[in-house]
T-cell receptor, first 113, second 113 residues
Framework: AQTVTQSQPEMSVQEAETVTLSCTYDTSESDYYLFWYKQPPSRQMILVIRQEAYKQQNATENRFSVNFQKAAKSFSLKISDSQLGDAAMYFC??????????FGKGTKLTVNP | DTGVSQDPRHKITKRGQNVTFRCDPISEHNRLYWYRQTLGQGPEFLTYFQNEAQLEKSRLLSDRFSAERPKGSFSTLEIQRTEQGDSAMYLCARGQDTYNEQFFGPGTRLTVL
């Protein structure tokens, strides 16, 4: 069975600083995808970044980047130059061959001005 | 805009009543997913369609739940004889063939009194 663990229920960061959100996962599959989603308060889930497990290079999308450690089954999200609009729940998710997303419980990120 | 609309956005019902939710992806996509998100948790997979065929159902989807996608475009999720434990946000997502990405709608928040 696939599992995703986010060990930080809440995190905070000062505006313009950098923050890293942690995620670990477990799977027996060799081919899978990993995602980070953002869910602002009362707003819909938005895809932030995607990583294919077969790629060694870490994915980057503007201020968002990941640190993918396949052997350790770790997939952390780094947000650089944090902005007030980054405040949200962040969910780590995994997809294997079944094509369904398995989510962690989320990390609530607060950005302080 | 993720290209997925859901209706209604909010639904309040009394225990024992039937409710139906609708999901409309912006254009026809092969894959359409339903998830349920309870307070403080990440979304949990319910079911998934490829075109009009329902390919997988979670054990969370009891006999009181039924989903359809009659023409491979919009989808409906019906809950019969609602229970208070059904109170949750019901999320629909369209699948992207490339990179296995899923894009979520705004959700329908169900409150069962």
């Amino acid at each position: 069975a696939q599992t995703v663990t986010q060990s930080q229920p809440e995190m905070s960061v000062q505006e313009a600083e950098t923050v890293t959100l942690s995620c670990t996962y477990d799977t027996s599959e060799s081919d899978y995808y990993l995602f980070w989603y953002k869910q602002p308060p009362s707003r819909q889930m938005i895809l932030v970044i995607r990583q294919e497990a077969y790629k060694q290079q870490n994915a980057t999308e503007n201020r968002f980047s990941v640190n993918f450690q396949k052997a350790a089954k770790s997939f952390s999200l780094k947000i650089s130059d944090s902005q007030l609009g980054d405040a949200a729940m962040y969910f780590c998710a995994q997809m294997g061959g079944s094509e369904k997303l398995v989510f962690g419980k989320g990390t609530k990120l607060t950005v302080n001005p | 805009d993720t290209g997925v609309s859901q209706d209604p956005r909010h639904k309040i019902t009394k225990r024992g009543q039937n409710v139906t939710f609708r999901c409309d992806p912006i254009s026809e996509h092969n894959r359409l997913y339903w998830y349920r998100q309870t307070l403080g948790q990440g979304p949990e997979f319910l079911t998934y369609f490829q075109n009009e065929a329902q390919l997988e159902k979670s054990r969370l989807l009891s006999d009181r739940f039924s989903a359809e996608r009659p023409k491979g475009s919009f989808s409906t999720l019906e809950i019969q004889r609602t229970e208070q434990g059904d109170s949750a946000m019901y999320l629909c997502a369209r699948g992207q063939d490339t990179y296995n990405e899923q894009f979520f709608g705004p959700g329908t928040r169900l409150t069962v009194l």
